[in-house]
Each structure stands twice: as structure tokens, then as C-alpha cells.
């Protein structure tokens, strides 16, 4: 079994400006405007552009304003308080700022679309930390 991320996103290029400048990400395949593939992360992240008002699922359309969702993506990067700060300059939001935890450090932040996802800078032995 393979796993893909998936991240819908109303306009292409400013996505793909925001998940290479901010969290370093690189292009590789893409198809027209409509999607494109990143690469650099553990798996390939999906950006496929929807427009806002289209139907996402049987019970929901699409908004970019901020949205909650039980799925969600973290990124566990080396240098949490410079990979926070590029992602800023790129357009996210950060709405819980770094903070310690048993495993490291942690911000939430939300890209330009309204999709939230963690920062994580892992210490000692990580997750193993908490048990």
C-alpha cells in the first residue's frame, strides 16, 4: 500500500509558492493547472485545485476560509523556529505559537487556503519520550 496527501486549493500557483518557499517542498509532475505534485516529504502531497462552492462531498462544499478537520498533516522538521518563520513569510498563520511538549516543540499554523497542519520538532527519542 502507497500512501498520497491531498490538499485542495482554489489557486494553483500561490499553492504551490506557498508549500516550496514555506515548508520547502518541490514540484514533480504536474497536469495542467489542475494538479501537481510535491515532493521532498516522506510521501507525495497532491495539490489539486477546487474551486470554493464546489461540492466536496455529499454533506459539504468548499470554503478556504479556516476549517477544522480531523485529518490533518504534521511536519516534523529540524528547526522548528526557522521553519515557522519561512512559512509566515509564504503566507501561513500561525495560530498556536511554539510550544514545549514531552516529545519536542509544536506550532499550529494554517496555510493561505485555510487548511491547518503542525509543525513538530522532535527531541530526546521523540513520541517515545511520552511513554
Known sequence: ????????????????????????????????????????????????????????????VRSYERHWTPVHLDFVVDDLDAVVAKAVAAGATVEQPPKERPYGRIAVLADPFGNGFCLLEMRGRGYDEML
Open 1 to 60: 500500500m502507497n500512501l498520497r496527501v491531498c490538499i485542495d486549493v482554489p489557486e494553483m500557483a500561490q499553492a504551490i509558492a506557498f508549500y516550496r518557499d514555506g515548508l520547502g517542498l518541490t514540484v514533480g509532475r504536474r497536469y495542467r493547472d489542475d494538479w501537481t505534485e510535491l515532493l521532498g516529504a516522506p510521501v507525495p502531497v497532491d495539490l489539486l485545485k477546487q474551486a470554493a462552492g464546489t461540492k466536496a462531498n455529499a454533506a459539504a
